[in-house]
């Protein structure tokens, strides 16, 4: 039943290999695939003729080894190696090749590293276009989507794998153990309380019934002389534990309401999506459960800073280049290192309200003070119930043990007097003493200075 005695996965070499491997695989191919295709269906849509005329006038310039058809228009497939000049419509241009262009052969230059864009047309892009560095502009966003890959993919693996698959394995046991200290409960009512709901219905209700008796005594704020008192009636759990009760539904219903009630809703809380990462662990298909308990009870306790950090930080970068780029050290026809810096930015508040979705909501400020009167409660009854056994213990010394004391005190003196070489020593040792001040008395040289 418990997971205790498992030994918690260390981040290792393996870990950081895949995840590194990983982030290079995914990166290259949002570069290679994903952020070209995208770009590239973004222009067409946006800046392709759309009226009919120019779309019959226009010749879409595509240099793929495939034709790409779009619902505003149908290009012509252009093969590699063709001259594109006499294919050309030169208001509306778009390549996103890596080939060299140069007038006097295509009708319009281009870098290896280039890609050109150019719509004349109304609602275009201007006379010069645009000029795309992929390598300057992408490679922030191949390198977030790169990462974010990784991440989700290394949930799937292993914990001896997986880099966040072992930091998921790591918090369900950190957040056992926060759970016990929190509590006060043992490792096998911890268990029961995180056990997933198919596992716990499995159970035969004796097996569970003294964890779930003293998780009910445990949360209990009830005392039955007040009760009494106000005319209310204490609920006992013999009367809602029954041979025939629902163990999900009554874990769910009613000791998850008293945990709450009783300690707090950051410890239910823990509680909760501890059963969703041990539910995860069983079943990986379970994303979004182990992530939320790396991201609620990890990540936005130890990092929000450092995300929010990065946050004003991107944004100070995307101030400084926008700046840079009012002053004209930017041409408007090379936008690509705005659009890095877009991109991190982006990023990193993309970052930091996944963060927020995460983050535990505080607690209102009456039901904080009234678990606050709830534990001083509890504590006054504990130095209570303490002063009446110290209380007890005292009658009990002076009562009773007193005689006792007595008794045993006169036994003694009577074994002693009882003994003559006793009875002489104690005799000789008192004569010598006062022979010894009268001595003193009579001479003075011999008193003690």
Known sequence: MSDNNHSVPKTGFQHYLLFTGLI?????????????????????????????????AFKEVQPHTWAISTPTFTGEFVPEGTDLKPYIKTDYIFDFTSNVRVESKDGYSKGAGEWILKANGPGGLGE??????????????????????????????????GYMAQKVVREIHHAKDKIRL??????EVVDLLTMPEGDLKQLE????????KLVWDRTSVDD?????????????????????VDLVLFRKEVLYLRIKEFFSDFVLNEIVDCTGGIAWSRNRLNFFKGMRLYMA?????KYSNNVTGLAYFGAAILIVIIGVRGLKFIP?????????????????LALLAFGLVYTGSEERMDKM?????????????????????????ADALVGETSELIKRKVEEAIAESLANDENVKKVVSEKVAEKIIVAMQESLPAMRPR
């Not at 006992?236 to 025939?244: H, I």
């Not at 009854?381 to 056994?389: G, P, Q, R």
């Open 24 to 56: 290079v695989v995914f990166a290259y191919g949002a570069y290679s695939f994903v952020i070209p295709r995208a770009v590239e269906g973004a222009v067409l849509t946006l800046f392709a003729p759309h009226d009919e005329r120019s779309r019959e």
């Open 128 to 161: 010069e276009g645009i000029v795309l560095e992929p390598v300057l502009g992408f490679f922030v966003l191949a390198l977030v989507l790169g990462f974010g890959g990784a991440i989700v993919v290394t949930f799937f693996f292993p914990a001896t794998l």
């Open 182 to 187: 929190q509590t006060g409960f043992s490792s």
């Open 205 to 212: 209700p004796h097996q569970v019934r003294s964890a779930f």
């Open 224 to 244: 039955e002389d007040l009760a009494r008192q106000h005319g209310k009636r204490v609920i006992k759990f013999e009367e809602v534990f029954t041979p025939e």
């Open 297 to 301: 009870h990890h990540f936005t306790e």
């Open 332 to 348: 408007a026809t090379r936008p690509s290192l705005i659009l890095a810096a877009i991109s991190l930015e982006g990023a990193l």
């Open 369 to 393: 003070l009234k678990k606050m009167e709830d534990a001083s409660k509890n504590q006054l009854e504990t130095m209570k119930d303490v002063s009446l056994d110290m209380h007890k213990l």
